[in-house]
T-cell receptor
Framework: EDQVTQSPEALRLQEGESSSLNCSYT??????LFWYRQDPGKGPEFLFT???AGEEKEKERLKATLTKKESFLHITAPKPEDSATYLCAVQALGGSYIPTFGRGTSLIVHP | DTGVSQDPRHKITKRGQNVTFRCDPISEHNRLYWYRQTLGQGPEFLTYFQNEAQLEKSRLLSDRFSAERPKGSFSTLEIQRTEQGDSAMYLCASSFNQEGLTFGAGSRLTVL
């Protein structure tokens, strides 16, 4: 069974204080790993897809990286508007196209 | 394109009543997913369609839940004889093949 574990559960940062969120996964074979951002009361918003170890994707202050066992979402010089829950999901090889989600990391950035 | 639309956004019902949610996906997307999310949890998979075919359904999904996607367009999720444990946000998402999912804003269900 595919498993996704995200840490920490919650993270508080001061504006400008860079940090990283972790997503550890267990799948029989990885088709893709996805990062989403979710604001309170809204559906998740797609950020990145990573397919193979060593791959990196960037968008504004966010950079996602991937190894064979985990992914990191690095947040550089965050701003209060980066406050949200960040979700990680994995899609396994073998026919199923169903992403399995972690519980997310709740990020609060204080001004 | 206006994205993925879900209706209603909020539904309050009494235990034992039936409820139906509707999802209108992005028109070019061939895949449609239903997830359920409770506070502090990640989205939990319910069911998945490719075009009009329902290809997979969660083993955890009760027989009280049924979903359809007639003609591969919009989808409905019906919950019969609702229970208080059904209270959650019901999320619909669509995608084209293996791309990341585009989610709707969700339908929040409260069962009294």
């Amino acid at each position: 069974e595919d498993q996704v574990t995200q840490s920490p559960e919650a993270l508080r940062l001061q504006e400008g204080e860079s940090s990283s969120l972790n997503c550890s996964y267990t799948v029989s074979g990885l088709r893709g790993l996805f990062w989403y951002r979710q604001d309170p009361g809204k559906g998740p918003e797609f950020l990145f897809t990573l397919y193979s170890a060593g791959e990196e994707k960037e968008k504004e202050r966010l950079k996602a990286t991937l190894t064979k066992k985990e992914s990191f979402l690095h947040i550089t010089a965050p701003k209060p508007e980066d406050s949200a829950t960040y979700l990680c999901a994995v899609q396994a090889l073998g026919g199923s196209y169903i992403p399995t989600f972690g519980r997310g990391t709740s990020l609060i950035v204080h001004p | 394109d206006t994205g993925v639309s879900q209706d209603p956004r909020h539904k309050i019902t009494k235990r034992g009543q039936n409820v139906t949610f509707r999802c209108d996906p992005i028109s070019e997307h061939n895949r449609l997913y239903w997830y359920r999310q409770t506070l502090g949890q990640g989205p939990e998979f319910l069911t998945y369609f490719q075009n009009e075919a329902q290809l997979e359904k969660s083993r955890l999904l009760s027989d009280r839940f049924s979903a359809e996607r007639p003609k591969g367009s919009f989808s409905t999720l019906e919950i019969q004889r609702t229970e208080q444990g059904d209270s959650a946000m019901y999320l619909c998402a669509s995608s084209f093949n293996q791309e990341g999912l585009t989610f709707g804003a969700g339908s929040r269900l409260t069962v009294l």
